[in-house]
Protein backbone atom coordinates (compact mmCIF):
# COMPACT_ATOMS: atom_id res chain seq x y z
CA UNK A 1 0.00 0.00 0.00
CA UNK A 2 1.38 3.74 -0.67
CA UNK A 3 -0.21 6.87 0.81
CA UNK A 4 -1.58 9.08 -1.73
CA UNK A 5 -1.55 12.13 0.37
CA UNK A 6 1.14 14.37 -1.29
CA UNK A 7 1.23 16.82 1.62
CA UNK A 8 2.31 16.63 4.99
CA UNK A 9 1.94 18.74 8.11
CA UNK A 10 4.79 19.72 10.61
CA UNK A 11 3.77 18.21 13.93
CA UNK A 12 5.52 21.07 15.93
CA UNK A 13 4.53 24.65 13.76
CA UNK A 14 1.47 22.86 11.80
CA UNK A 15 2.86 24.02 8.61
CA UNK A 16 2.06 22.12 5.31
CA UNK A 17 4.58 20.96 2.75
CA UNK A 18 4.63 18.86 -0.81
CA UNK A 19 8.75 18.72 -0.65
CA UNK A 20 9.24 15.11 -0.24
CA UNK A 21 12.96 14.03 1.65
CA UNK A 22 12.45 10.11 1.34
CA UNK A 23 10.27 7.16 1.81
CA UNK A 24 9.98 4.72 4.57
CA UNK A 25 7.91 1.17 4.76
CA UNK A 26 5.67 0.37 7.74
CA UNK A 27 4.44 -2.68 8.58
CA UNK A 28 0.96 -2.98 10.04
CA UNK A 29 -1.05 -5.63 11.35
CA UNK A 30 -5.24 -5.69 10.24
CA UNK A 31 -7.89 -7.92 11.18
CA UNK A 32 -7.58 -11.30 10.63
CA UNK A 33 -9.56 -12.57 7.78
CA UNK A 34 -10.78 -16.43 7.55
CA UNK A 35 -8.65 -17.49 10.73
CA UNK A 36 -5.53 -16.24 9.04
CA UNK A 37 -3.12 -13.10 9.91
CA UNK A 38 -2.97 -9.87 7.34
CA UNK A 39 -0.25 -7.67 7.76
CA UNK A 40 -0.45 -4.54 5.54
CA UNK A 41 3.06 -2.89 3.98
CA UNK A 42 2.49 0.65 3.80
CA UNK A 43 4.89 2.75 2.07
CA UNK A 44 4.75 6.37 3.66
CA UNK A 45 7.15 9.89 3.06
CA UNK A 46 9.07 11.84 5.16
CA UNK A 47 8.92 15.93 4.18
CA UNK A 48 11.14 18.61 5.21
CA UNK A 49 10.07 21.62 6.88
CA UNK A 50 9.78 24.43 5.16
CA UNK A 51 10.06 27.08 8.34
CA UNK A 52 14.20 27.68 8.40
CA UNK A 53 13.95 28.36 12.47
CA UNK A 54 11.50 24.94 13.18
CA UNK A 55 13.69 22.92 15.17
CA UNK A 56 12.06 20.05 13.16
CA UNK A 57 13.72 19.10 9.97
CA UNK A 58 12.63 16.38 8.50
CA UNK A 59 8.97 14.76 9.77
CA UNK A 60 7.05 11.19 8.63
CA UNK A 61 3.55 10.93 7.31
CA UNK A 62 1.47 9.63 9.68
CA UNK A 63 -1.94 7.72 9.58
CA UNK A 64 -3.95 8.96 12.52
CA UNK A 65 -7.68 7.87 10.94
CA UNK A 66 -5.82 3.93 10.67
CA UNK A 67 -3.56 3.73 13.17
CA UNK A 68 -1.20 5.33 16.18
CA UNK A 69 2.22 7.05 15.87
CA UNK A 70 4.66 3.92 16.12
CA UNK A 71 1.92 0.89 16.91
CA UNK A 72 2.33 -1.91 14.62
CA UNK A 73 -1.26 -2.84 14.43
CA UNK A 74 -4.09 -0.90 12.87
CA UNK A 75 -6.67 0.43 15.20
CA UNK A 76 -9.08 -1.85 14.87
CA UNK A 77 -6.68 -5.00 15.37
CA UNK A 78 -5.88 -3.00 18.64
CA UNK A 79 -9.83 -2.33 19.78
CA UNK A 80 -10.30 -5.77 19.09
CA UNK A 81 -7.32 -7.46 21.27
CA UNK A 82 -7.78 -4.62 23.60
CA UNK A 83 -11.50 -6.26 24.70
CA UNK A 84 -10.78 -10.08 24.41
CA UNK A 85 -7.95 -8.58 27.20
CA UNK A 86 -10.42 -6.77 29.22
CA UNK A 87 -13.19 -9.68 28.84
CA UNK A 88 -11.02 -12.85 29.04
CA UNK A 89 -7.66 -11.40 30.61
CA UNK A 90 -4.09 -12.02 29.85
CA UNK A 91 -3.53 -15.72 29.04
CA UNK A 92 -6.79 -16.60 28.69
CA UNK A 93 -7.06 -13.70 25.89
CA UNK A 94 -3.95 -14.69 24.23
CA UNK A 95 -5.21 -18.63 23.70
CA UNK A 96 -8.44 -16.97 22.67
CA UNK A 97 -6.45 -14.43 19.99
CA UNK A 98 -4.64 -17.57 18.47
CA UNK A 99 -7.72 -19.35 17.90
CA UNK A 100 -8.79 -16.74 15.98
CA UNK A 101 -5.53 -15.53 13.83
CA UNK A 102 -4.42 -12.56 16.44
CA UNK A 103 -1.06 -13.08 17.48
CA UNK A 104 -0.14 -12.18 20.60
CA UNK A 105 1.50 -12.74 24.26
CA UNK A 106 -0.57 -12.55 27.68
CA UNK A 107 2.23 -9.82 28.24
CA UNK A 108 1.47 -7.89 25.28
CA UNK A 109 -2.43 -7.99 26.35
CA UNK A 110 -1.57 -6.92 29.72
CA UNK A 111 -0.18 -3.63 28.44
CA UNK A 112 -2.97 -2.99 25.87
CA UNK A 113 -5.19 -3.59 29.09
CA UNK A 114 -2.68 -1.09 31.09
CA UNK A 115 -3.16 1.40 28.29
CA UNK A 116 -6.69 1.13 28.44
CA UNK A 117 -7.90 5.08 28.87
CA UNK A 118 -9.73 5.59 31.96
CA UNK A 119 -13.76 6.42 31.31
CA UNK A 120 -14.96 9.44 32.14
CA UNK A 121 -18.08 9.24 33.88
CA UNK A 122 -20.68 11.91 34.97
CA UNK A 123 -21.35 12.29 38.66
CA UNK A 124 -24.42 10.19 39.82
CA UNK A 125 -27.63 11.03 41.41
CA UNK A 126 -28.11 7.96 43.34
CA UNK A 127 -24.71 6.38 44.33
CA UNK A 128 -24.43 3.06 45.71
CA UNK A 129 -21.67 2.06 48.41
CA UNK A 130 -20.16 -1.13 49.42
CA UNK A 131 -16.76 -2.75 50.46
CA UNK A 132 -15.44 -5.94 48.78
CA UNK A 133 -12.58 -7.96 49.76
CA UNK A 134 -8.66 -8.17 48.17
CA UNK A 135 -7.83 -10.71 50.72
CA UNK A 136 -10.51 -11.99 53.05
CA UNK A 137 -10.10 -10.89 56.72
CA UNK A 138 -7.75 -8.79 55.70
CA UNK A 139 -7.12 -6.02 52.70
CA UNK A 140 -10.13 -4.60 51.66
CA UNK A 141 -11.17 -1.83 48.49
CA UNK A 142 -15.07 -0.22 47.92
CA UNK A 143 -16.55 -0.05 44.66
CA UNK A 144 -18.74 3.08 43.71
CA UNK A 145 -22.20 1.91 41.69
CA UNK A 146 -24.12 4.41 39.59
CA UNK A 147 -27.64 3.24 40.55
CA UNK A 148 -29.53 5.20 37.60
CA UNK A 149 -26.95 3.59 34.72
CA UNK A 150 -26.54 -0.12 36.76
CA UNK A 151 -23.01 0.58 35.96
CA UNK A 152 -19.60 0.59 38.28
CA UNK A 153 -18.11 3.99 38.10
CA UNK A 154 -14.96 3.97 40.37
CA UNK A 155 -12.87 1.32 42.77
CA UNK A 156 -11.46 2.85 45.61
CA UNK A 157 -8.08 1.36 47.39
CA UNK A 158 -9.57 0.43 50.88
CA UNK A 159 -12.29 1.38 52.79
CA UNK A 160 -11.47 3.74 54.84
CA UNK A 161 -13.62 6.75 55.82
CA UNK A 162 -11.49 9.65 54.75
CA UNK A 163 -10.82 8.03 51.06
CA UNK A 164 -14.57 7.72 50.14
CA UNK A 165 -15.01 11.32 52.40
CA UNK A 166 -12.12 12.82 49.45
CA UNK A 167 -13.70 11.09 46.85
CA UNK A 168 -17.22 12.99 47.72
CA UNK A 169 -16.24 15.81 47.84
CA UNK A 170 -14.56 15.71 44.34
CA UNK A 171 -18.11 14.28 42.93
CA UNK A 172 -20.67 17.16 44.23
CA UNK A 173 -24.71 16.92 43.34
CA UNK A 174 -24.49 12.93 45.07
CA UNK A 175 -28.80 12.97 46.29
CA UNK A 176 -29.32 9.50 47.72
CA UNK A 177 -26.65 7.33 49.10
CA UNK A 178 -27.38 3.27 49.30
CA UNK A 179 -24.66 1.53 51.77
CA UNK A 180 -24.22 -1.65 54.09
CA UNK A 181 -24.55 -0.83 58.04
CA UNK A 182 -21.08 0.88 58.33
CA UNK A 183 -20.70 3.13 60.49
CA UNK A 184 -17.09 4.73 58.56
CA UNK A 185 -19.70 4.88 55.80
CA UNK A 186 -22.17 7.14 57.01
CA UNK A 187 -19.78 9.16 58.80
CA UNK A 188 -18.16 9.62 55.65
CA UNK A 189 -21.19 10.62 54.05
CA UNK A 190 -22.84 12.42 56.00
CA UNK A 191 -19.39 14.49 56.10
CA UNK A 192 -18.66 15.32 52.20
CA UNK A 193 -22.71 14.88 51.66
CA UNK A 194 -24.74 16.41 54.51
CA UNK A 195 -27.66 16.69 52.32
CA UNK A 196 -27.76 13.19 50.57
CA UNK A 197 -30.65 11.12 51.77
CA UNK A 198 -28.65 7.67 53.07
CA UNK A 199 -30.32 4.05 52.76
CA UNK A 200 -29.30 1.02 54.66
CA UNK A 201 -29.28 -2.09 52.95
CA UNK A 202 -32.51 -4.28 53.91
CA UNK A 203 -30.53 -7.51 53.71
CA UNK A 204 -27.78 -6.10 56.00
CA UNK A 205 -30.79 -5.32 58.32
CA UNK A 206 -32.31 -8.99 57.99
CA UNK A 207 -28.93 -10.55 58.87
CA UNK A 208 -27.93 -8.06 61.70
CA UNK A 209 -31.59 -9.48 62.99
CA UNK A 210 -30.69 -12.75 62.06
CA UNK A 211 -27.45 -12.80 64.31
CA UNK A 212 -29.42 -10.99 67.11
CA UNK A 213 -31.25 -13.71 67.72
CA UNK A 214 -28.73 -16.34 67.20
CA UNK A 215 -26.85 -14.64 70.04
CA UNK A 216 -29.60 -14.73 72.22
CA UNK A 217 -30.46 -18.63 71.83
CA UNK A 218 -27.25 -19.08 72.34
CA UNK A 219 -27.46 -17.82 75.99
CA UNK A 220 -30.61 -20.29 75.79
CA UNK A 221 -29.24 -23.60 74.99
CA UNK A 222 -30.39 -25.30 78.46
CA UNK A 223 -34.20 -24.16 77.58
CA UNK A 224 -33.58 -25.58 73.61
CA UNK A 225 -32.26 -28.81 74.79
CA UNK A 226 -35.23 -29.42 77.15
CA UNK A 227 -37.50 -28.68 74.36
CA UNK A 228 -35.80 -31.25 72.18
CA UNK A 229 -35.83 -34.07 74.78
CA UNK A 230 -39.44 -33.25 75.51
CA UNK A 231 -40.87 -33.46 71.88
CA UNK A 232 -39.04 -36.47 71.11
CA UNK A 233 -41.70 -38.90 70.12
CA UNK A 234 -41.38 -42.73 70.62
CA UNK A 235 -41.08 -45.06 67.89
CA UNK A 236 -44.46 -46.72 66.57
CA UNK A 237 -42.79 -49.82 65.04
CA UNK A 238 -41.39 -51.66 67.88
CA UNK A 239 -41.88 -55.38 67.68
CA UNK A 240 -43.71 -56.66 70.85
CA UNK A 241 -42.42 -60.37 71.72
CA UNK A 242 -46.04 -61.81 73.69
CA UNK A 243 -45.94 -65.23 75.57
CA UNK A 244 -48.19 -66.98 77.82
CA UNK A 245 -45.41 -67.51 81.03
CA UNK A 246 -41.81 -66.17 81.13
CA UNK A 247 -39.18 -68.57 81.97
CA UNK A 248 -35.47 -67.42 82.76
CA UNK A 249 -34.57 -68.38 79.24
CA UNK A 250 -36.83 -65.69 77.49
CA UNK A 251 -35.06 -63.03 79.05
CA UNK A 252 -32.00 -61.63 77.23
CA UNK A 253 -28.16 -62.58 78.59
CA UNK A 254 -27.61 -60.48 81.57
CA UNK A 255 -25.70 -57.29 80.42
CA UNK A 256 -21.85 -56.54 81.20
CA UNK A 257 -21.66 -53.25 79.78
CA UNK A 258 -20.95 -49.74 81.17
CA UNK A 259 -24.31 -48.57 82.09
CA UNK A 260 -25.80 -46.59 79.60
CA UNK A 261 -25.63 -42.59 80.13
CA UNK A 262 -28.29 -40.11 81.97
CA UNK A 263 -29.39 -37.80 79.30
CA UNK A 264 -31.91 -35.45 80.96
CA UNK A 265 -30.16 -35.08 83.91
CA UNK A 266 -26.80 -33.66 82.28
CA UNK A 267 -25.60 -31.18 84.22
CA UNK A 268 -23.87 -28.39 82.31
CA UNK A 269 -20.38 -28.66 83.88
CA UNK A 270 -17.55 -26.63 82.16
CA UNK A 271 -14.01 -27.84 81.25
CA UNK A 272 -10.98 -26.18 82.03
CA UNK A 273 -9.27 -26.52 78.89
CA UNK A 274 -12.62 -24.98 76.90
CA UNK A 275 -13.43 -21.98 79.83
CA UNK A 276 -9.60 -21.19 79.30
CA UNK A 277 -9.78 -20.91 75.52
CA UNK A 278 -13.20 -18.81 75.62
CA UNK A 279 -11.09 -16.65 78.37
CA UNK A 280 -8.42 -16.04 76.60
CA UNK A 281 -10.55 -15.45 72.80
CA UNK A 282 -12.86 -12.84 74.66
CA UNK A 283 -9.29 -11.23 75.38
CA UNK A 284 -8.15 -10.87 72.27
CA UNK A 285 -11.85 -9.56 71.04
CA UNK A 286 -11.40 -6.48 73.03
CA UNK A 287 -8.02 -5.99 71.67
CA UNK A 288 -9.72 -5.71 68.42
CA UNK A 289 -8.10 -9.06 66.73
CA UNK A 290 -10.31 -11.12 64.14
CA UNK A 291 -11.77 -14.21 64.24
CA UNK A 292 -9.22 -15.60 61.85
CA UNK A 293 -5.86 -14.43 63.85
CA UNK A 294 -7.49 -15.23 66.86
CA UNK A 295 -8.21 -18.84 65.66
CA UNK A 296 -5.03 -19.26 64.11
CA UNK A 297 -3.44 -18.11 67.17
CA UNK A 298 -5.12 -20.04 69.66
CA UNK A 299 -4.95 -23.46 67.14
CA UNK A 300 -8.89 -23.33 67.49
CA UNK A 301 -10.95 -24.07 64.93
CA UNK A 302 -12.60 -21.06 63.32
CA UNK A 303 -16.18 -21.86 63.69
CA UNK A 304 -15.31 -22.17 67.41
CA UNK A 305 -13.79 -19.28 67.91
CA UNK A 306 -16.50 -17.24 65.83
CA UNK A 307 -19.35 -18.70 68.48
CA UNK A 308 -17.32 -17.37 71.57
CA UNK A 309 -17.33 -14.40 70.09
CA UNK A 310 -21.14 -14.05 70.10
CA UNK A 311 -21.53 -15.32 73.59
CA UNK A 312 -21.68 -12.78 76.07
CA UNK A 313 -21.11 -16.16 78.69
CA UNK A 314 -19.26 -18.70 78.62
CA UNK A 315 -21.77 -21.89 77.48
CA UNK A 316 -20.88 -25.09 79.16
CA UNK A 317 -21.52 -28.19 77.50
CA UNK A 318 -22.99 -31.10 79.06
CA UNK A 319 -21.52 -33.45 80.81
CA UNK A 320 -22.73 -37.25 80.67
CA UNK A 321 -24.33 -38.52 84.08
CA UNK A 322 -23.77 -42.15 84.31
CA UNK A 323 -27.01 -44.19 85.36
CA UNK A 324 -26.81 -47.13 88.23
CA UNK A 325 -29.03 -49.29 86.22
CA UNK A 326 -27.37 -52.36 86.06
CA UNK A 327 -27.22 -52.39 89.88
CA UNK A 328 -30.59 -53.57 90.34
CA UNK A 329 -30.37 -55.91 87.19
CA UNK A 330 -31.12 -59.27 88.98
CA UNK A 331 -33.66 -57.54 90.64
CA UNK A 332 -35.29 -56.23 87.62
CA UNK A 333 -34.96 -59.87 86.02
CA UNK A 334 -36.73 -61.27 89.26
CA UNK A 335 -39.75 -58.93 88.90
CA UNK A 336 -40.16 -59.43 85.58
CA UNK A 337 -40.76 -63.56 85.37
CA UNK A 338 -42.51 -62.62 88.43
CA UNK A 339 -45.01 -61.27 85.79
CA UNK A 340 -44.47 -57.36 87.22
CA UNK A 341 -43.74 -56.01 82.82
CA UNK A 342 -45.10 -52.30 84.19
CA UNK A 343 -42.21 -49.71 83.69
CA UNK A 344 -43.53 -47.12 85.81
CA UNK A 345 -44.29 -49.90 88.97
CA UNK A 346 -40.61 -50.81 88.36
CA UNK A 347 -39.29 -47.55 88.32
CA UNK A 348 -40.93 -46.75 91.69
CA UNK A 349 -39.06 -49.74 93.12
CA UNK A 350 -35.91 -49.28 92.28
CA UNK A 351 -35.79 -45.69 92.55
CA UNK A 352 -36.73 -46.42 96.35
CA UNK A 353 -33.30 -48.70 96.22
CA UNK A 354 -31.38 -46.10 94.97
CA UNK A 355 -31.42 -45.73 91.34
CA UNK A 356 -30.05 -42.28 89.77
CA UNK A 357 -31.93 -42.60 86.33
CA UNK A 358 -34.70 -42.14 84.18
CA UNK A 359 -37.48 -43.54 83.23
CA UNK A 360 -36.74 -43.30 79.31
CA UNK A 361 -33.77 -45.16 80.64
CA UNK A 362 -35.09 -47.74 82.00
CA UNK A 363 -37.69 -48.10 79.07
CA UNK A 364 -34.90 -48.58 76.27
CA UNK A 365 -33.04 -51.28 78.92
CA UNK A 366 -36.67 -53.44 79.52
CA UNK A 367 -37.24 -52.75 75.56
CA UNK A 368 -36.06 -56.71 74.43
CA UNK A 369 -37.70 -57.93 77.37
CA UNK A 370 -40.42 -60.08 76.41
CA UNK A 371 -44.43 -59.34 77.41
CA UNK A 372 -47.09 -61.52 78.38
CA UNK A 373 -50.00 -61.64 75.83
CA UNK A 374 -52.26 -59.34 78.32
CA UNK A 375 -49.43 -56.77 79.30
CA UNK A 376 -49.25 -53.83 76.57
CA UNK A 377 -45.52 -52.94 74.80
CA UNK A 378 -44.09 -49.68 76.52
CA UNK A 379 -41.59 -48.56 73.18
CA UNK A 380 -38.67 -46.68 74.03
CA UNK A 381 -38.13 -42.74 73.58
CA UNK A 382 -36.49 -41.47 70.95
CA UNK A 383 -33.29 -39.37 71.94
CA UNK A 384 -33.72 -35.77 71.42
CA UNK A 385 -32.38 -34.17 68.39
CA UNK A 386 -29.53 -31.86 68.71
CA UNK A 387 -30.31 -27.76 67.24
CA UNK A 388 -27.70 -25.25 66.49
CA UNK A 389 -28.51 -21.70 67.15
CA UNK A 390 -28.62 -20.92 63.72
CA UNK A 391 -30.89 -23.86 62.82
CA UNK A 392 -33.48 -22.55 65.74
CA UNK A 393 -32.83 -19.56 64.87
CA UNK A 394 -34.04 -19.89 60.95
CA UNK A 395 -37.06 -21.77 61.73
CA UNK A 396 -38.28 -19.03 64.47
CA UNK A 397 -37.90 -16.27 61.39
CA UNK A 398 -40.17 -18.49 59.86
CA UNK A 399 -44.47 -18.16 60.31
CA UNK A 400 -45.79 -21.46 62.02
CA UNK A 401 -46.96 -22.80 58.49
CA UNK A 402 -44.04 -23.05 57.33
CA UNK A 403 -42.34 -24.99 59.88
CA UNK A 404 -40.57 -28.41 58.96
CA UNK A 405 -43.18 -31.30 60.37
CA UNK A 406 -40.54 -33.22 61.83
CA UNK A 407 -39.64 -29.85 63.75
CA UNK A 408 -43.33 -28.42 64.75
CA UNK A 409 -43.62 -30.26 68.01
CA UNK A 410 -39.67 -29.15 68.92
CA UNK A 411 -40.62 -25.29 68.15
CA UNK A 412 -44.23 -25.49 69.50
CA UNK A 413 -42.90 -27.06 72.73
CA UNK A 414 -39.58 -24.17 73.03
CA UNK A 415 -42.05 -21.27 72.07
CA UNK A 416 -44.57 -22.41 74.39
CA UNK A 417 -42.78 -23.09 77.80
CA UNK A 418 -40.20 -19.84 76.89
CA UNK A 419 -41.51 -16.68 77.43
CA UNK A 420 -38.29 -15.06 76.04
CA UNK A 421 -37.58 -16.95 73.03
CA UNK A 422 -41.57 -16.31 72.10
CA UNK A 423 -41.00 -12.46 72.64
CA UNK A 424 -38.23 -12.55 70.50
CA UNK A 425 -40.05 -14.37 67.99
CA UNK A 426 -43.11 -12.14 67.68
CA UNK A 427 -40.62 -9.07 67.33
CA UNK A 428 -38.86 -10.57 64.93
CA UNK A 429 -41.65 -11.42 62.85
CA UNK A 430 -42.95 -7.95 62.61
CA UNK A 431 -39.94 -6.28 62.03
CA UNK A 432 -39.88 -9.01 58.64
CA UNK A 433 -43.78 -7.76 57.92
CA UNK A 434 -42.22 -4.21 58.51
CA UNK A 435 -39.73 -4.21 55.89
CA UNK A 436 -41.93 -6.42 53.78
CA UNK A 437 -45.04 -3.72 53.29
CA UNK A 438 -42.68 -0.89 53.51
CA UNK A 439 -44.26 0.33 56.78
CA UNK A 440 -41.49 2.75 58.12
CA UNK A 441 -44.21 4.37 60.68
CA UNK A 442 -44.20 1.41 62.70
CA UNK A 443 -40.11 1.84 63.32
CA UNK A 444 -40.21 3.86 66.82
CA UNK A 445 -43.40 1.68 68.57
CA UNK A 446 -41.22 -1.08 67.33
CA UNK A 447 -38.02 -0.17 68.51
CA UNK A 448 -39.81 0.64 72.07
CA UNK A 449 -41.23 -2.39 72.58
CA UNK A 450 -37.79 -4.26 71.13
CA UNK A 451 -35.76 -2.64 73.32
CA UNK A 452 -37.36 -4.19 76.26
CA UNK A 453 -36.24 -7.85 75.03
CA UNK A 454 -33.09 -8.66 76.62
CA UNK A 455 -32.39 -10.32 73.30
CA UNK A 456 -32.77 -7.76 70.67
CA UNK A 457 -31.87 -4.60 72.59
CA UNK A 458 -28.10 -4.53 71.35
CA UNK A 459 -29.90 -4.56 67.57
CA UNK A 460 -32.58 -2.02 68.42
CA UNK A 461 -29.45 0.55 69.91
CA UNK A 462 -27.83 0.01 66.25
CA UNK A 463 -30.75 1.04 64.70
CA UNK A 464 -31.67 3.88 66.51
CA UNK A 465 -27.80 5.02 65.58
CA UNK A 466 -28.63 4.92 62.30
CA UNK A 467 -32.46 5.67 62.47
CA UNK A 468 -32.78 7.78 59.23
CA UNK A 469 -30.88 5.01 57.10
CA UNK A 470 -32.78 2.71 58.61
CA UNK A 471 -36.16 4.18 58.05
CA UNK A 472 -35.37 5.17 54.85
CA UNK A 473 -34.18 1.41 53.69
CA UNK A 474 -38.17 0.28 55.21
CA UNK A 475 -39.78 2.72 53.05
CA UNK A 476 -37.29 3.72 50.12
CA UNK A 477 -37.44 1.67 46.92
CA UNK A 478 -33.70 1.83 46.96
CA UNK A 479 -31.00 -0.55 47.83
CA UNK A 480 -27.69 -1.79 48.35
CA UNK A 481 -28.89 -4.75 46.09
CA UNK A 482 -27.48 -4.03 43.07
CA UNK A 483 -24.01 -3.21 44.63
CA UNK A 484 -24.04 -6.48 45.92
CA UNK A 485 -24.59 -8.17 42.46
CA UNK A 486 -21.45 -6.00 41.07
CA UNK A 487 -19.37 -6.87 44.09
CA UNK A 488 -20.11 -10.22 43.15
CA UNK A 489 -18.91 -9.68 39.33
CA UNK A 490 -15.53 -8.34 40.79
CA UNK A 491 -15.39 -11.14 43.15
CA UNK A 492 -15.21 -13.52 39.41
CA UNK A 493 -12.74 -11.07 37.87
CA UNK A 494 -10.56 -11.27 40.76
CA UNK A 495 -10.83 -14.99 40.60
CA UNK A 496 -10.12 -15.32 36.83
CA UNK A 497 -6.97 -14.07 37.79
CA UNK A 498 -6.53 -15.95 41.20
CA UNK A 499 -6.34 -13.12 43.29
CA UNK A 500 -2.66 -11.56 41.76
CA UNK A 501 -4.15 -8.85 39.29
CA UNK A 502 -2.79 -5.36 40.99
CA UNK A 503 -5.41 -2.59 42.08
CA UNK A 504 -4.95 -0.89 38.79
CA UNK A 505 -5.68 -4.02 36.74
CA UNK A 506 -8.76 -4.59 38.56
CA UNK A 507 -10.05 -1.38 38.16
CA UNK A 508 -9.65 -1.37 34.93
CA UNK A 509 -11.14 -4.16 33.98
CA UNK A 510 -13.98 -3.91 36.25
CA UNK A 511 -15.40 -0.70 35.13
CA UNK A 512 -13.99 -1.85 31.03
CA UNK A 513 -17.92 -3.10 31.31
CA UNK A 514 -19.01 0.70 30.92
CA UNK A 515 -16.93 1.01 27.58
CA UNK A 516 -17.39 -3.04 26.22
CA UNK A 517 -20.06 -4.57 27.75
CA UNK A 518 -23.88 -4.59 26.39
CA UNK A 519 -26.14 -1.95 26.14
CA UNK A 520 -28.24 -2.39 29.22
Known sequence: MI???????????????????????????DLPMSGKRIKLQVRLRKFFCPLADCPRKVFAQLCHSVCKPYARRLTRADQQIQTIGLQAGAKPGAR?????????????????????PRPVMETPKRLGVDDFAFKKGRNYGTILIDLDGHKPIDL?????????????WEHPGIELVTRDRSSVYASAIATACPD?????????????LSEAVERFLDTQRPAIQEAALASAQPSDNQDVTTVEALTETDLPQPTTERPVLS??????????????????????????????????HLGTARNTIKQYFRQDQFVPRPKPKRSNLLTYEAYLRKRWLEGETNVKVLLEEIKAQGYNGEYTILTTFLADYPRLAQVPALPPAQKGVRYSSRQVSRFLG????????????????????NEAIRQVRDLSLRFKVMIKDKKPDDLAQWCQEASASAGLSNFVKGLRQDYAAVEQAIGSVWSNG????????????KRQMYGKASFDLLRIRVLARTRTGPPN
Not at 96 to 103: D, V
Not at 265 to 289: C, F, W
Open 3 to 29: ATDAVGTCPLCQTPTNRVHSFYQRTLA
Open 482 to 493: QTEGQVNRLKTL
Open 96 to 116: LCHTIGQSVSASTLLRVIRKT
Open 196 to 208: AVQVADRWHLLKN
Open 156 to 168: LPDRDGKTLENWL
Open 398 to 417: QPECDWPERERAFLGQLVGQ
Open 263 to 296: STQDQPIPTEKRYAVYQRTKELQREGHGIRAVAR
